[in-house]
């Protein structure tokens, strides 16, 4: 059982005041520190894509000395190049009624009221300045025949305000933070270690002063300190093993700082993203993401009849159901991602899916290449259609796209509060690491528009208040600390090393990822999640009896790496569970079973879950504490979520 203590401990240091003005009264508040004091101090950033590569070149432009990890051969190699579709900012270029409350207002909706209102709005506020930022580095944005910014629709919203480089937005968007890091290596402000992985972290007097790595390359354990360490590693969605993340992506950096005193929020809340090339068959290792960005033109069907094996082209027009369009008549095809998500999932459910599978559904562009033309469908989505047929060796010109939804993002995260600071003083948490701005489901477009804002925007202001508090102590990597920190990585690694089991690293992770989606995945209920504890807890016990990580320590062994992270994963999976079975509601990516409508959708419980869990860690022997930050809606009155 879990015990929830009081939520005084958890201050999110929200200032007073209009929304509209606290953050420019939280930077009036702030210490400072004067330019020629900066050299004085020592950050660690840990981890490169768009918030860890722009918060580094920030904070080495304003002159801090930073040190910058990535487990990559290159900070270009970070997991935000993957992002296809585009970057929300609420300019307003069409003219077509956008502004920073509606964008305010739609991401506060689409993470089904469960985000804290301060930092939504902040976000919403600093997105215009995000563009600007990345049209001076050289982003090249599309853009209209007359030269300006191009913009498009994206899910969960009515108005077009996603800018976008065709299919590619993440990689020219990390493509320029990484251009401005790799200048402040140039001057030595900041300091690259790459093919290093975080494997702790070190707590001096209570503050976090530093970090414990691994050389990828030759094995060998380094300690770094510092006057503040950020991190910006990502989130968790490959615990389900089967996700469209990297295969590197893992939780290891952030489970470890759990462990020291930083609280998980929300660990159950991750997405689902309805788009994206289904499962095909037991091995597969990963899956393939086709940009929500589609739906623009795309429309998603299935037959009406169930069981229909006929090929699209042979199923006519009256006999299509255009489900999204005929469930949700506001938005269409452009629902939010756990809304559509849903949707195909009921529609497979109940034996109108396609393919051989039947775990599959369409994305159609027909009528869209007959009333723009071909010419005009490549131009905006060339490179996608080119992937999906590679991958697919079908035609999306000439036949429908076949997708399903998977795992694709995680809302939840390190607790942080308005200064994106942890609950260990001196932790700062960026990006999808943390689990302050999207609630229970991320709106498409927002994940590199919240990457960007922590760390270009916000947290040169925050982390400057933490520096100059007067309360750092001096500290080195000669303090004891370190070298306790450091022996216990040690220990890790070698007790991996030393079971030389008949199983492989795979298989455990195979396993744990079936458990996760099949009982904590699109949807969930009591019995399954309570289920999946159990098996998660035997499947974790045969790990350290069974698993087999050939080669030793002292070389370069992915293996090794990836027995740690699946350690981790093994350990967090139980988190994720335990926090989907306390929150009995539905909202937004997490809908248990038994709290829905009467038409099927989420059914919130805002009388006794309209708060953050965050949970602490106890010991590996006693249960997580479960703490609750209360969230307060001071502009916005919270209604059932609806997108008819």
């Given at each position: 059982m879990t015990q929830?203590?009081?939520?005084?401990?958890?201050?999110?240091?929200?200032?007073?005041?209009?929304?509209?003005?606290?953050?420019?009264?939280?930077?009036?508040?702030?210490?400072?520190?004067?330019?020629?004091?900066?050299r004085k101090y020592d950050i660690i950033v840990v981890g490169t894509g768009l918030a860890g590569a722009s918060a580094a070149a920030s904070l080495a432009e304003l002159g801090y000395n930073v040190k910058v990890f990535c487990f990559q051969d290159s900070p270009r190699r970070a997991h935000s190049i993957a992002?296809?579709?585009?970057?929300?900012?609420?300019?307003?270029?069409?003219?077509?009624g956008d502004s920073v409350y509606r964008?305010?207002?739609?991401?506060?909706?689409?993470?089904?009221?469960?985000?804290?209102?301060?930092n939504v709005y902040r976000l919403a506020q600093i997105?215009?300045?995000?563009?600007?930022?990345?049209v001076a580095q050289g982003v090249p944005f599309a853009r209209e025949y007359g030269g300006l910014l191009a913009n498009r629709t994206f899910g969960g919203a009515q108005v077009s305000r996603t800018f976008y480089c065709r299919g590619q937005t993440g990689q020219q968007l990390l493509l320029?933070?990484?251009?401005?890091?790799?200048?402040?290596?140039?001057?030595?402000?900041?300091?690259?270690?790459?093919?290093?992985?975080?494997?702790?972290?070190?707590?001096?007097?209570?503050?976090?002063?530093?970090?414990?790595?691994?050389?990828?390359?030759?094995?060998?354990?380094?300690?770094?300190a510092a006057h503040a360490v950020l991190l910006c590693t990502g989130g968790y969605g490959n615990a389900f093993y089967l996700s469209t993340n990297a295969k590197g992506c893992n939780v290891t950096a952030a489970w470890r700082c759990y462990k020291r005193g930083a609280y998980f929020a929300n660990p159950c809340f991750t997405q689902i993203h309805p788009t994206c090339i289904p499962v095909k068959g037991d091995y597969q290792s990963k899956l393939t993401l086709m940009s929500e960005s589609l739906r623009n033109d795309g429309r998603v069907w299935v037959p009406k009849k169930p069981d229909d094996t006929r090929q699209p082209g042979d199923i006519p027009e009256e006999e299509r159901d255009y489900y999204l369009e005929r469930r949700y008549p506001a938005y269409g095809n452009m629902v939010p991602r756990d809304v559509a998500s849903r949707a195909a999932k009921e529609r497979c459910d109940a034996g109108y899916g396609i393919g051989e599978t039947g775990m599959a559904v369409y994305l159609d562009f027909q009528r869209a290449i007959k009333e723009q033309g071909e010419a005009v469908i490549r131009s905006k989505y060339g490179n996608l259609f080119h992937m999906y047929q590679k991958i697919t060796d079908e035609n999306p010109y000439e036949v429908p796209m076949r997708i399903y939804p998977a795992v694709h993002y995680t809302m939840g995260g390190l607790w942080v509060d308005y200064h994106l600071q942890s609950t260990v003083p001196g932790l700062y948490?960026?990006?999808?690491?943390n689990f302050s701005?999207?609630?229970?489901?991320?709106?498409?477009?927002?994940?590199?528009?919240?990457?960007?804002?922590?760390?270009?925007?916000?947290?040169?202001y925050t982390v400057g208040n933490h520096l100059a508090s007067g309360n750092l102590k001096p500290v080195t990597t000669a303090h004891p600390k370190f070298e306790e920190v450091r022996k216990e990585a040690v220990g890790r690694i070698d007790r991996l090393l030393k079971i030389k089991g008949n199983r492989t690293v795979?298989?455990?992770?195979?396993a744990l990822g079936e458990i996760l989606w099949n009982n904590c995945g699109m949807a969930r209920n009591a019995e399954g999640l309570q289920d999946a504890l159990q098996k998660i807890r035997s499947l974790r016990d045969e790990f350290w009896r069974t698993v087999n990580v050939p080669g030793n320590g002292a070389q370069f062994n992915q293996q090794l790496e990836y027995a740690g992270r699946v350690a981790d994963f093994l350990e967090f999976g139980e988190l994720m569970v335990l926090d989907a079975l306390e929150r009995r509601e539905s909202c937004g990516g997490h809908f248990r079973e038994e709290f829905r409508s009467e038409d099927g959708e989420a059914r919130r419980d805002d009388d006794n879950f309209a708060h953050v869990a965050a949970w602490q860690y106890t010991g590996d022997a006693s249960a997580p504490v479960r703490h609750q930050e209360q969230l307060h809606f001071e502009t916005l009155k919270m209604t059932a979520r609806s997108y008819k």
């Open positions: 929830t203590s009081s939520n005084s401990i958890l201050d999110p240091r929200v200032p007073e005041g209009p929304l509209s003005e606290k953050w420019d009264r939280c930077k009036n508040d702030l210490k400072l520190v004067a330019p020629n004091n900066k992002a296809q579709g585009g970057i929300n900012a609420a300019k307003n270029y069409p003219n077509d964008l305010f207002y739609d991401t506060i909706k689409g993470g089904d009221f469960r985000a804290r209102e301060a997105s215009p300045n995000i563009i600007d930022q990345c320029g933070a990484y251009s401005a890091l790799m200048r402040q290596v140039g001057t030595g402000k900041a300091k690259l270690f790459a093919r290093r992985e975080m494997l702790d972290l070190v707590v001096v007097d209570g503050m976090a002063r530093g970090i414990v790595c691994r050389n990828l390359t030759t094995g060998e354990f380094e300690t770094h948490v960026l990006g999808e690491a701005d999207h609630g229970a489901n991320r709106l498409g477009a927002s994940a590199l528009m919240q990457g960007l804002a922590d760390g270009y925007f916000v947290i040169p795979t298989s455990f992770h195979r």
